[in-house]
């Protein structure tokens, strides 16, 4: 009877399937708490990637796994170990040799003598002067080879993955001599900007071998060749230039007839790839004598590790996840480190097909739906308690095009815009032709028979809420407060009184209306001063614009007028306040006042001349003054935007 085996192993399909998928929602919740704290929103989509949703991996965990791995690369060891082994295989060989002669009594074993003993310093040097020597050792002859055999396989095994194999076989040698050529050839063409698709095929089909990594296409070939040409040049530019002089001459004599062709690559490969690293040198440093393939290596790892640094960065403008190379990072930091990032690629993906963000010049921001979560978050959490009741409605015997059903209806009249009652239209059809003895089916309707259900109509309101932008709001911690108040006072208008006109207004050194978009991404205005008078005029002019609603003008502030606008436009700026300033601010009090609007001041903190200062005011508008703790204003704001379109009716 046969029988199954199964083996079992880690999971090699791509992303884990049984990976918790991200939440979505809470990930926009997530980004929205940070910004209803006071947060840049800039900074929480940021964040939200970099630490990863829900504590899980981010961007910042994998930064942290690559720049680990560049430190163990730059103490991998000395970079000058290739001259260094070829000093001491010469060293060995040499010593060998004088061993052999010193056995031998005669004129051409001390002229021999003579001339090791006066060999060049130079390693280089004396290699090339030993490249005619007659050797009589096998033993030291053989180890002379080696240096030139060593470092051309680790030159031609660096820059070609399946050359070095190759070159232990002289039969090959040729064959790599004509593969080089027809390879700058075939780079030469594209660089020309000639169609070189057969010419590649052609080219792979004969030369293949050299190449295990199997490039599917020329562009493929140039990037992987580049690399490894790059990062042998930024060894040469790491080295002392005794040292760069010592191996550079080296290399010529171990590749002999290539030198020209291996050159001739590096110029090509240049000219097509000059955006990668090519000049600049690393300080890598170590107890262990690096190769020449070895240091070469470790360069060309550190150029991965920085390319793929820059990627995890997104520092620059416009940058997606899907700028980040995802086999980089499973070849640099692997497999679960890729997973991860295909995790929050998904996630950001999501959280735009779903419409949860849309990218802009400036990045990622919150689209209009997220915005109206968030605004929906700010609202339960600064008014919990907001009874889902009619608070606000007010009566009034006119029937209005808004509000709830008064159960009565009358006859439509041209211009009117209230819902039909269906069932007293057709009840006055079917009475209208059973009066003329015609009441037969269908029932016909005629323009006399339709009536309206009438409603109340919802009293509205101008409101303009101005927050102050200045830095102190954002030093001492009143930042998160403001934007969550004025976030959820907009949700509030939006969903439960549209009929009312909402204007945010944001000053600094100067006022500016802001949309709920703005509000949520704005941040702290670094310059100096308070300009009231500013944001007041502004108010005055969006309340002159709904001149059929009741003006509400609500101001959430943590210090006193400090600037005010010349006739010329600009914002004059003096602490502390000048006579000129409280004198402008007062006249935009004074016009606000006089339109009937009501004006009210949230004071934050116990600044004794914001308090006199607002004390005037209410006394000379009439208004309020409400002085609460910064995580109960937004309960304060809408609260008192409920009482004041009520209060005004009542």
Not at 75 to 97: F, I, K, P
Not at 177 to 185: F, I, K, S, V
């Amino acid at each position: 009877m046969r029988h199954n085996r199964f083996r079992y192993g880690a999971w090699r399909g791509g992303p884990d399937p049984l990976a918790p998928p991200y939440d979505v929602r809470a990930a926009v919740d997530q980004v929205g708490a940070e910004v209803l704290d006071g947060g840049s929103l800039r900074e929480a989509l940021r964040n939200l990637l970099r630490n990863g949703p829900d504590g899980g991996r981010g961007l910042d965990d994998l930064l942290a796994r690559a720049r680990r791995l560049r430190r163990e690369a730059m103490r991998r060891g000395d970079l000058d170990g290739a001259v260094t082994r070829a000093q001491q295989l010469l060293d060995q060989a040499v010593a060998t040799e004088r061993d052999a002669l010193a056995a031998l009594d005669s004129d051409d074993a001390r002229f021999a003598e003579a001339q090791l003993a006066n060999l060049p310093r130079s390693t280089s040097k004396a290699v090339s002067e030993l490249s005619e020597y007659s050797w009589t050792s096998p033993e030291a002859r053989a180890l002379y080879q080696q240096i030139l055999d060593q470092l051309r396989d680790e030159v031609l095994g660096q820059r070609f993955q399946g050359m070095k194999e190759a070159m232990q076989d002289p039969a090959m040698q040729e064959r790599m001599r004509e593969m080089l050529q027809d390879l700058n050839a075939l780079l030469g063409k594209h660089a020309r900007g000639e169609n070189t698709d057969d010419a590649f095929a052609q080219f792979m089909a004969q030369h293949g071998d050299f190449f295990p990594e199997q490039p599917g296409t020329v562009e493929e070939l140039i990037d992987a060749l580049a690399r490894r040409a790059a990062a042998g040049e930024r060894l040469l530019r790491s080295l002392s230039p005794q040292q760069r002089e010592e191996l550079q001459a080296l290399m010529e004599q171990s590749l002999g007839s290539l030198a020209g062709e291996m050159a001739a690559l590096t110029d090509n490969l240049r000219s097509l790839r000059p955006d990668l690293n090519w000049g600049r040198g690393e300080r890598v440093r170590g107890q262990r004598d690096l190769g020449y393939g070895e240091a070469a290596g470790a360069l060309e790892e550190i150029g991965d590790l920085d390319d793929l640094l820059d990627q995890l960065g997104q520092e620059h403008p416009g940058a997606t996840l899907d700028d980040v190379d995802v086999e980089a990072v499973e070849r640099q930091l692997g497999r679960s480190a890729a997973d991860d990032l295909r995790r929050l690629r998904e996630l950001e993906q999501q959280l735009r097909r779903q419409g949860w963000v849309t990218r802009g010049a400036d990045g990622l921001t919150l689209s209009p739906k997220a915005l109206r979560r968030l605004g929906g978050t700010a609202l339960r959490t600064v008014f919990a308690d907001l009874a889902a009741g009619r608070k606000g409605q007010h009566d009034l015997r006119d029937a209005g095009a808004a509000g709830e059903l008064t159960g009565a209806s009358r006859r439509w009249q041209y211009g009117d815009e209230q819902p039909i009652d269906v069932v007293r239209t057709i009840g006055n059809a079917v009475r209208r032709q059973a009066t003329g003895g015609t009441a037969v089916l269908p029932i016909g309707l005629d323009v006399e028979d339709f009536e309206i259900a009438e409603t109340e109509r919802r009293v509205s309101a101008a409101v303009a809420l101005c927050v102050d932008l200045s830095f102190s709001m954002m030093a001492d911690g009143r930042w998160g407060p403001m934007k969550q108040a004025a976030l959820a006072l907009s949700h509030l208008v939006a969903t439960r009184f549209p009929q009312d006109a909402l204007q945010i207004i944001g000053f600094g050194r100067y006022a500016t209306k802001l949309s709920v978009e703005e509000l949520a991404a704005v941040e702290p205005d670094y310059v100096q001063g308070t300009n009231l008078q500013h944001a007041l005029m502004l108010a005055g002019r969006h309340l002159r614009r709904h001149p059929g609603s009741d003006p509400v003008v609500l101001v959430v502030t943590d210090g006193e007028p400090t600037a005010h606008l010349l006739d010329d436009g600009t914002s004059y700026f003096h602490w502390p306040s000048t006579r000129e300033t409280v004198t402008s601010t007062v006249h935009e009090v004074d016009q606000l006042t006089r339109y009937g609007a009501v004006l009210n001041v949230f004071m934050l903190g116990e600044d004794p001349g914001l308090r006199r200062f607002v004390d005037a005011v209410a006394r000379r508008s009439g208004g309020r003054v409400f002085t609460p703790e910064a995580g109960d204003l937004g309960r304060y704001v809408v609260s008192d935007y409920i009482r004041a379109r009520r209060g005004r009716r009542g």
